[in-house]
């Protein structure tokens, strides 16, 4: 199992941007599939993009199509999470993850990193 730290969060106002970053340790990151997932409060966690283990594959929630971006650099063991025209309800806490194949949008992991605060001011 990987180690798996998030990066990036912070506060933004409406319509902006933020990257994400999760950085994994280990030789093995290239041999998972990846994903990003977040938690509002009160609310359960829920899956926002999956990426394949080569990034041929990717899979967005309905709710950021468009906006979001997930892409890999496995030379890096980096994840990151591209996030554009920011709105209020995607503030959360925002958290990486592997995630099982085929489908992507399963963690494949029991447990979970710190994730990475992101508020959306309006």
């Known amino acids: 199992q990987v180690q798996l730290v998030e990066s990036g969060g912070g506060l933004v106002q409406a319509g902006g941007s933020l990257r994400l970053s999760c950085a994994a340790s280990?030789?093995?990151?290239?041999?998972?599939?990846m994903g990003w997932f977040r938690q509002a409060p009160g609310k359960e966690r829920e899956f926002i993009a999956g990426i394949s283990r080569g990034g041929g594959m990717i899979d967005y929630a309905d709710s950021v199509k468009g906006r979001f971006t997930i892409s890999r650099v496995n030379a890096q063991n980096t994840v990151y999470l591209q996030m554009n025209s920011l709105q209020p309800e995607d503030t959360a806490v925002y958290f990486c993850?592997?995630?099982?194949?085929?489908?992507?949008?399963?963690?494949?992991?029991?447990?979970w990193g710190q994730g990475t605060q992101v508020t959306v001011s309006s």
């Open positions: 993850n592997a995630v099982k194949q085929p489908g992507l949008t399963s963690p494949l992991f029991d447990s």
């Open positions: 280990g030789r093995t990151f290239s041999s998972y599939a």
